[in-house]
Each structure stands twice: as structure tokens, then as C-alpha cells.
């Protein structure tokens, strides 16, 4: 049995405010402890402008999947990056990555390869169905598609790339 919703949960609020703090909800898909830091760091309520624009991507990119997607890196602390791009050959994680921003993920569909996800995505991008969608990068050897949410500079650019 598996931690990730099998269907989406109705009636959803991409975040919300409870006596002025901010609630970070979970989606439709994917549950906010699922982009918490590695090292154990839930993902920043300080981000809660940010988080319903994460939120509402990733499902929609699960959505263009057509099946279950699970969360490979969320939100980074500062230091946790720091560490991965010190031994970060393989990865090419990068010093100003969108996920310290808490505007990233990383992400490996159960039933598609890297390259298919990541064509999928892509296609919805272009039908208007990804939100948001302000970098998309490729890493087939290491299983995953990136995703975030950067603001598009100039307006309509997305940035894309392909790492190992």
C-alpha cells in the first residue's frame, strides 16, 4: 500500500490562513511532508506565498503523468544543498537551486521513464495545463524530472536543461 493518494482529495485549498499564520494544505496528489528537506526540515511555513504554486505544479505535472509520482527532492535547507553540490558530479545541483527557495521538485513517475515524463510535461506546457511552470530539466541517468516554479524572465521564457 502506498503513503501517496490513489485519488484526489476533494474540496483542497492550495494554503490558507488560520488566525493570521499560514496552513500549508496538501494537494490533491501529494502531501506537504512530502517535499520536506532530507535532513528531516518539513518545508517552510515562511514560504506559504510560494507553496500553493508548488503544490498546484505537481499535481499537475502527476496529472499529465497519468499515475502516481513520487517526490525524489522537495525543499532544500541551505546546508543540505551546500553538502549535495559539494559531491554533486553526477547531479549538477546547483548553488542557487529553486528547491531552497522552496520552489522546486524533483520528481520520478512510477510507470514512465525520465524522458517520457519529462515529454509529457512538456506537452502539457505547451496546452496551457502546467501553471506556473518556470523550469523544466531532464536527469534521465538519475531517474527524475525537475520542476519549478520561478518566475518566467523574461515573461513566457521557460528555462530548461538537461543534466545527468
Avoid at 483542497?12 to 490562513?17: D, E, I, N, R
Amino acid at each position: 500500500m502506498s503513503d501517496y493518494p490513489e485519488v484526489p482529495a476533494d474540496g483542497q485549498a492550495a494554503g490558507t490562513l488560520h488566525d493570521g499564520a499560514c496552513v500549508l494544505t496538501d494537494g490533491r496528489w501529494f502531501r506537504v511532508s512530502d517535499f520536506a528537506c532530507k535532513d528531516g526540515t518539513p518545508y517552510p511555513e515562511t514560504f506559504c506565498d510560494r507553496w500553493p504554486d508548488l503544490r498546484i505544479l505537481c499535481d499537475a505535472a502527476r496529472d499529465a503523468a497519468g499515475g502516481p509520482c513520487i517526490v525524489v527532492s522537495g525543499y532544500r535547507t541551505a546546508q543540505y544543498n551546500a553538502r549535495l553540490a559539494a559531491n554533486s558530479a553526477a547531479h549538477q545541483v546547483a548553488s542557487g537551486s529553486q528547491h531552497v527557495e522552496g520552489r522546486a521538485a524533483d520528481l520520478r513517475a512510477v510507470y514512465l521513464t525520465p524522458a517520457e515524463l519529462h515529454t509529457r510535461i512538456l506537452d502539457a506546457y505547451h496546452a496551457g495545463k502546467m501553471p506556473g511552470l518556470g523550469g523544466l530539466g531532464l536527469y534521465e541517468k538519475s531517474g527524475w524530472v525537475h520542476v519549478d516554479c520561478r518566475p518566467q524572465v523574461p515573461p513566457g521564457h521557460l528555462a530548461r536543461w538537461t543534466g545527468e
